[in-house]
Each structure stands twice: as structure tokens, then as C-alpha cells.
């Protein structure tokens, strides 16, 4: 359509109404601005001629979505409960395959780098599988815990195993217990300071779960004493023949 338009009290135009509605846009043409074209019976503002309102009727702006996040209140011996757990269940398992294959995989504070590293990577792929995939690990389970982003979504594999990796290289310490003992004490000093851990806050995670019941206690003190004392079988052989050891010496000293 070709359309004139009145602009500092003179008629100017033709324009087509294509490049009239550019100048809506740039602001040279208002809603007052008169406009004419052919077969019109006078002068309208622009806002009245049907092919121009719509330039000046402004889209209703729709508020944006709020999305309101909540960290789940950290809780300090449930969590560091289910870590030691965890930790207890895979030192069993390489207890197990130490006696199996007769390899030290225990290591101490001596051990060698790749011993280290041989160690510690399994766990670090088994957890980011299971959280990952169920959202939790063996010790979380039985707490009734769960492992999610703060937007109560799973985490993907790659997610998985990066939070895996900083657990149990900065929060166990790769298994080293003076490293372990500081990493430990760091998470909980973390833990109620900022009400999560290093690993979750950093990366919009957070581990979220409901009342414990004394049932589901029971059953992690029960199976956490079992799992000590599995861990503590293979060296008593030893701790038996040093304590005969240091009898008989009492003996020979009193004779």
C-alpha cells in the first residue's frame, strides 16, 4: 500500500507501507503522525489505519519463570556417615582381592603412585556409574539419601564422575590417612559453613533426603561394625603372633 504522511506540517510521501512501519520503529513516526492513501475519506493518525496499529501495540512482557531453589539443609553425620561407608565397602572389596590374587592393593603411607592411583580410580568410575544411574551410592541408599542438581534433576555420567573424582581425591584423600583425616574434617568444617560441600556448591548439585527412621540407622550401625571387623580380620593373625610374641618375652625377662 503507498501511503503519505504529514511530518513538520507538510505532506510527504509516497512511501510504500513497508518503510513507513521502518519508521514507526525508528521512532520518526508516532501514533499522531496523520496518514493518508488513496481511496481514505481524510487524514487518520497512524495508529488507527489497520496496516500500521499493530506496530504500535507493545507485546504484553510475560514475567519470567521464577524458579525457586532450595539447597537441602546439610546434615553432617548422615553424610559423612554414608562417606565412611562407602569408603569401608571398597576397602572390604580390595581386602577380598588382596587375598585372592595375593597382591597388597591396601597400600599405606609408602605406597607408590600407581598403586595409588590403581586403587582409587576403580572406586572413582564405580560411583560416578551408580550415582549417575540410580543417584546414590551404597552408603546414601541406606540413609535414605540422594545425589541431584539443585533442580532436583539426575546427574549425567560426565557429571557424575567429575563430583566422584573431587570426593575421593579432595574429601578421602586418596585413601593416605593423614590426607584422608584432613579431608574429612575439611568437608565437615565446609559442610556447616556453607551448608554443603566443596563439590556440590561449585557445581549446583546437592544431596537431598528424607527423616532417617531408627530402622534405617540400625541397619547402618549394624552393617558398619560388621564391615570393621571384616576389615580388621586379615591382620589378626599378625596382631595375635606379636601379642604371643611379646608374652613369651615377659616370661623369659620374669625366669
Not at 509516497?14 to 488513496?38: C, L, Q
Not at 524458579?67 to 548422615?78: S, T, Y
Request: glycine share 12%; proline share 4%; aromatic share 10%.
Amino acid at each position: 500500500m503507498v501511503l503519505w504522511i504529514i511530518q513538520d506540517g507538510e505532506k510527504t510521501g509516497p512511501f510504500e507501507d513497508y518503510e513507513v512501519r521502518e519508521m514507526i520503529r525508528e521512532g520518526k513516526v508516532n501514533k499522531a503522525t496523520r496518514v493518508w492513501h488513496e481511496g481514505a475519506g481524510g487524514w487518520l493518525p497512524a495508529s488507527e489505519l489497520g496496516i500500521l496499529a499493530g506496530e504500535f501495540e507493545k507485546p504484553e512482557e510475560s514475567a519470567p519463570d521464577v524458579i525457586e531453589v532450595r539447597l537441602a539443609p546439610f546434615r553432617a553425620w548422615p553424610r559423612l556417615g554414608a562417606r565412611v561407608m562407602d569408603y569401608m565397602i571398597y576397602r572390604s572389596i580390595l581386602h577380598f582381592l588382596s587375598v585372592g590374587f595375593d597382591v597388597n592393593l591396601m597400600g599405606g603411607v609408602d605406597s607408590s603412585g600407581w598403586l595409588v592411583i590403581g586403587t582409587i580410580l576403580p572406586v572413582i568410575l564405580m560411583e560416578a556409574a551408580m550415582v549417575s544411574s540410580i543417584g546414590c551410592t551404597p552408603g546414601k541408599w541406606l540413609l535414605g539419601m540422594r545425589v541431584e542438581t539443585v533442580l532436583r534433576q539426575g546427574l549425567s555420567t560426565g557429571q557424575a564422575f567429575v563430583r566422584s573424582m573431587r570426593v575421593w581425591v579432595l574429601g578421602m584423600g586418596m585413601f593416605l590417612p593423614l590426607m584422608m583425616l584432613i579431608g574429612l574434617c575439611m568437608s565437615l568444617w565446609f559442610g556447616r559453613k556453607k551448608g554443603g560441600m566443596l563439590w556440590d556448591l561449585q557445581s549446583g548439585f546437592q544431596v537431598t533426603g528424607g527423616e532417617l527412621t531408627n530402622k534405617r540407622i540400625a541397619w547402618f550401625w549394624g552393617i558398619l561394625v560388621l564391615l570393621i571387623v571384616a576389615n580388621m580380620l586379615p591382620y589378626l593373625p599378625e596382631i595375635l603372633a606379636q601379642d604371643e610374641q611379646g608374652l613369651q618375652e615377659k616370661l623369659l625377662r620374669r625366669r
